[in-house]
């Protein structure tokens, strides 16, 4: 985990694998270092494969900075739990949290490259969203 | 004791209980289409609704179903708490606490909207939605033996499924390999509404 800060656009992980999204959260950190805020979060409540809306909700908040968040998520699961975490946030903050369609490993990688440069959330989505077909 | 509290208690133990009980058969439809944990995943948030069963039982019935549908949301870990918890919360919002078939009707409609929206699905794509939609339309019409006709439906509903082609979620991965099998989403959606049926029909 990242400190937040620095206005820069925050990353979030979320694979049903606790390995796959720390893995992920390795190689956005090779790439660009603490620069970029970037949690991630994986497994059910029970430690099995899976998504908790409680921790993807705490990801976010542990990356949150005005700056807004980028969040990148597997398979279908993944997604609605974000989606819920996302709307258990205070405050008008959800509207600053965007969930982009991208591959996990690549768009979280492209996500903090352009984050670190310090793009707005929506160049920062954009810009991962580019690598889905 | 306020006598719709026992009410209350009694559908959402039954309710819970039922999944429960069927779990390794919703585990073995979801390894034919899926990725196998729909059972375990149900059973793990319904079990957490259990353990909070006096005080949602002590709640007016949209608090309680909203409390439920928390439960399911925080516990169950794959794509079914989002949208159990979605369908009960909508379910919540929306019910006064002692509904006519009217006002229920109307509450269904309403969370099964608020779940169709959360799954980005729709009727046909072989979901819950294909058990939840026809048996809506049914509460709808009401009429005499209006419970045998929502459980009629909920059943040839979710049968309905088997031959469906995938769409939406994990077993759309599998292409024309999903047809011939129920989907296990419709399948636990029809054990709810059948226990919520029992419970109806065996009131004094």
Same mark, same amino acid.
């Not at chain 1, 985990?1 to 620095?6: C, D, I, L, Y």
């Not at chain 1, 996302?86 to 979280?108: F, K, S, Y």
């Given at each position: 985990? $990242?400190?937040? &800060? #620095? &206005?820069? @656009?925050?990353?979030v992980i979320v694979s049903h694998s606790p390995l796959v999204a720390q893995g992920a959260a390795d190689m956005v950190r090779q790439m660009v270092g603490d620069d970029v805020p970037c949690a991630? $979060?994986?497994? #059910? =409540?029970?430690?099995?494969?899976? $998504?908790? =809306? #409680?921790?993807?909700?705490?990801?976010?908040?542990?990356?949150?900075?005005?700056?807004?968040?980028a969040v990148f998520v597997d398979l279908g699961g993944a997604e609605m739990?974000?989606?819920m975490a996302?709307?258990?946030?205070?405050?008008?903050?959800?509207?600053?949290?965007?969930?982009? #369609?991208? =591959? @996990?490993?690549?768009?979280?990688v492209v996500a903090a490259t352009e984050a670190a440069g310090g793009a707005a959330l929506d160049v920062v989505c954009a810009t991962a969203e580019e690598l889905s077909p | 004791m306020d006598p719709t509290q026992d009410?209350?208690?009694?559908? /959402?133990?039954?309710?819970?209980?039922? *999944?429960?009980?069927?779990?390794?058969?919703?585990?073995?439809?979801?390894?034919? /289409?899926?990725?196998?944990?729909?059972? /375990?995943?149900?059973?793990?948030g319904l079990e957490a609704v259990l353990a909070d069963l006096d005080a949602i039982a002590a709640k007016p019935l949209g608090e309680g179903l909203k409390a439920a549908g928390m439960h399911m949301v925080g516990r169950v870990g794959g794509a079914s708490g989002p949208l159990y918890g979605t369908l009960l919360m909508g379910l919540g919002k929306a019910l006064a606490d002692v509904p006519d078939r009217a006002a229920l009707a109307a509450a269904f409609r309403a969370a099964i909207d608020a779940?169709?929206?959360?799954?980005?699905?729709?009727?046909?794509?072989k979901?819950?939605?294909? *058990?939840? /939609?026809?048996?809506?339309?049914?509460?709808?019409?009401?009429?005499e033996g209006v419970l045998q006709a929502v459980r009629a439906r909920a059943a040839a509903a979710a049968a309905a499924t088997a031959p469906m082609l995938a769409v939406r979620g994990r077993a759309s991965f599998l292409g024309e390999r999903s047809r011939g099998h129920v989907d296990p989403g419709a399948r636990s959606s029809q054990l709810m509404i059948e226990a919520v049926c029992d419970v109806l029909e065996a009131r004094p």
């Open positions: 985990m $990242t400190a937040p &800060g #620095n &206005g820069k @656009v925050g990353i991630a $979060t994986g497994g #059910n =409540p029970a430690g099995g494969l899976g $998504t908790d =809306p #409680n921790r993807i909700r705490e990801a976010i908040e542990a990356v949150w900075s005005e700056a807004g968040v739990n974000a989606e996302i709307e258990m946030l205070e405050g008008d903050r959800a509207g600053r949290v965007r969930i982009c #369609n991208a =591959p @996990v490993v690549e768009g979280a | 009410l209350r208690r009694t559908l /959402v133990r039954t309710v819970a209980e039922r *999944v429960i009980a069927h779990a390794d058969e919703l585990t073995r439809l979801d390894q034919a /289409v899926g990725d196998g944990d729909h059972g /375990v995943n149900m059973k793990r779940t169709r929206a959360r799954g980005k699905s729709d009727v046909g794509m979901t819950m939605l294909d *058990v939840l /939609v026809p048996v809506a339309e049914t509460l709808e019409a009401g009429g």
